[in-house]
């Protein structure tokens, strides 16, 4: 365990809707990063969230968006879904973005199905 | 851009033998952190080990180490007698100590079987 959760487990939508994805971290973890991992491959950064504002981003159009909450919790939308945003959808924090010296701690993952 | 690559989408071991996972990197930087996650059935990404590039000595936990060839930008993983447990799929990731950014870029992964 971890100590970071992920809701809900899985989720179904339709092409054009709207998601959200919650995320809880551990107590003191003041960073927290989204990545997305489609069937069969390794996970791909999205972005990263420090102390509530966004620090980092990857390749990943505008309707990905997040926002992440005083008591450590954070929420990643999508926004006009697409078939190819199906992926398992993960959360990771750490204590602070000192570079290379923190585990990052991932949660389970909420896998998004998009039909 | 720093990419991450595992040649062996499978392989199995037998129960209590040793088995390598493989994995290169291409980077530029000096100064850089490669890990080893494990991601069984459940999802949840877990660290097995982790390398600092400026550490000539290779990392070791319990049954697990790792062969570190910098000018060759090879990051293997050892698993020392298996286990049952250990089947899972295995990640290769690198992370740039620069701009802040913890962001991890990952292989495609090793889906590991254990032979009992």
């Known amino acids: 365990e971890t100590g970071v959760t992920q809701s809900p487990t899985h989720l179904i939508k339709t092409r054009g809707q709207q998601v959200t994805l919650r995320c809880s971290s551990q107590s003191g973890h003041n960073t927290v990063s989204w990545y997305q991992q489609a069937l069969g491959q390794g996970p791909q950064f999205i972005f990263q969230?420090?102390?509530?504002?966004?620090?980092g981003r990857g390749n990943f159009p505008p309707r990905f968006s997040g926002l992440q909450f005083p008591n450590y919790s954070s929420e990643l939308n999508v926004n006009a879904l697409e078939l190819d945003d199906s992926a398992l959808y993960l959360c990771?924090?750490?204590?602070?973005?000192?570079?290379?010296?923190?585990?990052?701690?991932f949660g389970p993952g909420t896998r998004l199905l998009v039909l | 851009a720093q990419t991450v690559t595992q040649s062996q989408p499978e392989m199995s071991v037998q129960e209590a033998e040793t088995v390598t996972l493989s994995c290169t990197y291409d980077?530029?930087?000096?100064?850089?952190?490669l890990f080893w996650y494990k991601q069984p059935p459940s999802r949840q990404m877990i660290l097995v080990i982790r390398?600092?590039?400026?550490?000539?000595q290779n990392a070791t936990e319990n049954r697990f180490s790792v062969n570190f060839q910098k000018a060759a930008k090879s990051f293997s993983l050892k698993i020392s007698d298996s286990q049952l447990g250990d089947a899972a799929m295995y990640f290769c990731a690198y992370r740039t100590p620069q701009g802040g950014s913890e962001k991890l870029v990952f292989g495609k992964g090793t889906k590991l079987t254990v032979n009992p």
């Open positions: 990771a924090s750490i204590s602070t973005p000192k570079a290379g010296a923190e585990t990052q701690y």
């Open positions: 980077t530029s930087e000096s100064d850089y952190y």
């Open positions: 969230y420090y102390r509530e504002e966004e620090n």
């Open positions: 390398q600092e590039a400026y550490k000539q």
